[in-house]
């Protein structure tokens, strides 16, 4: 079992920033990939941006790259994402996700491929 608790969401303005935590306990095995999505009204969940347990490895979405950046601290067990230049469509909410290794890295774009979600943060840009 893992369980993941986010922190960090809020009302920010556009072209502001934030910084999303998300604290990760128990097995390691389902805590190798670590990412974020994220979810508007009406919209499908999408994928945002993930790190591998080693931290060498990352992997965004190619409309958060430049803006966001993932990082992970293993010995708090706890990834961020720092997300800067915010648009009022990057509202939505955030949801941390951790799972397994897998041999085909593209498995970490999807997330189906998650084991566990945390309950989601509401980020909300203003305009």
């Known amino acids: 079992q893992v369980q993941l608790i986010e922190s960090g969401g809020g009302l920010v303005q556009a072209g502001g920033s934030l910084r999303l935590s998300c604290a990760a306990s128990?097995?390691?095995?389902?805590?190798?990939?670590m990412g974020w999505f994220r979810q508007a009204p009406g919209k499908e969940r999408e994928f945002v941006a993930a790190?591998?347990?080693?931290?060498?490895?990352?992997y965004y979405a190619d409309s958060m790259k430049g803006r966001f950046t993932i990082s992970r601290e293993n010995a708090k067990n706890t990834v961020y994402l720092q997300m800067n230049s915010l648009k009022p469509e990057d509202t939505a909410v955030y949801y941390c996700?951790?799972?397994?290794?897998?041999?085909?890295?593209?498995?970490?774009?999807?997330?189906?491929?998650?084991?566990?979600w945390g309950q989601g943060t509401q980020v909300t840009v203003s305009s």
């Open positions: 790190i591998t347990r080693s931290g060498t490895s990352t």
């Open positions: 128990g097995v390691d095995y389902y805590i190798y990939i």
């Open positions: 996700a951790s799972g397994p290794s897998y041999y085909d890295s593209t498995y970490y774009y999807t997330p189906t491929k998650y084991t566990y």
